[in-house]
T-cell receptor, first 114, second 113 residues
Framework: NAGVTQTPKFRVLKTGQSMTLLCAQDMNHEYMYWYRQDPGMGLRLIHYSVGEGTTAKGEVPDGYNVSRLKKQNFLLGLESAAPSQTSVYFC?????????????FGPGTRLTVT | GENVEQHPSTLSVQEGDSAVIKCTYSDSASNYFPWYKQELGKGPQLIIDIRSNVGEKKDQRIAVTLNKTAKHFSLHITETQPEDSAVYFCAAGKTGANSKLTFGKGITLSVRP
């Protein structure tokens, strides 16, 4: 199993450009999450999904949109990138149905907006 | 919503010594408290977790204690080794439907050889 994979690993955008980050998991997990990690700020939840076709806002959702059309994929979109969105983005998944709430994280995407 | 505070922000110990990292949380309804370790350039990985119906849990050199009354929980690492050097995050959340976590800001642990 590959676990949780993220595409791309690095990206540089100009202000106002758009992009989509892809998260894929092969563990049949129901729940998926997008976080951003900034120095001194820890991990902050952007959006999450508790199943295919569902999404919900997290702590810092503004400027981002998400979609979960397939159970194994969770997409994070930036419609008009801003320098404040420069960050490392992590995707995670979990399978609460087995009473384990462990979140499995991907390797991250480093995004720079100039 | 939940607020998780993590202290201190950096910690340096001598190899072989113990390290203790403390976190506080605000929501008394939170019942799940995991600890994650993040090595440089990687995603965080769960190292131990505890539910609110348990006061302490151990796994080899690491242990977690929970004080529900004071709303704090701590990570204890004994016999530290250089490979324990990493960033450690505590988190708090609720089990059940719509489960999600609130993370602390993280602590950088350095183990001096």
């Amino acid at each position: 199993n590959a676990g949780v994979t993220q595409t791309p690993k690095f990206r540089v955008l100009k202000t106002g450009q758009s992009m989509t980050l892809l998260c894929a998991q092969d563990m049949n997990h129901e729940y998926m999450y997008w976080y951003r990690q900034d120095p001194g700020m820890g991990l902050r939840l952007i959006h999450y999904s508790v199943g295919e076709g569902t999404t919900a806002k997290g702590e810092v959702p503004d400027g981002y949109n998400v979609s979960r059309l397939k159970k194994q994929n969770f997409l994070l979109g930036l419609e008009s990138a801003a320098p404040s969105q420069t960050s490392v983005y992590f995707c995670a998944s979990s399978y609460p149905a087995d009473s384990s709430y462990e979140q499995y994280f991907g390797p991250g995407t480093r995004l720079t907006v100039t | 919503g939940e607020n998780v505070e993590q202290h201190p922000s950096t910690l340096s110990v001598q190899e072989g010594d113990s390290a203790v990292i403390k976190c506080t949380y605000s929501d008394s309804a939170s019942n799940y408290f995991p600890w994650y370790k993040q090595e440089l350039g990687k995603g965080p990985q769960l190292i131990i977790d505890i539910r609110s119906n348990v006061g302490e849990k151990k796994d080899q050199r690491i242990a977690v204690t929970l004080n529900k009354t004071a709303k704090h929980f701590s990570l204890h690492i004994t016999e530290t080794q250089p490979e324990d050097s990493a960033v450690y995050f505590c988190a708090a959340g609720k089990t059940g439907a719509n489960s999600k976590l609130t993370f602390g800001k993280g602590i950088t642990l350095s183990v001096r050889p």
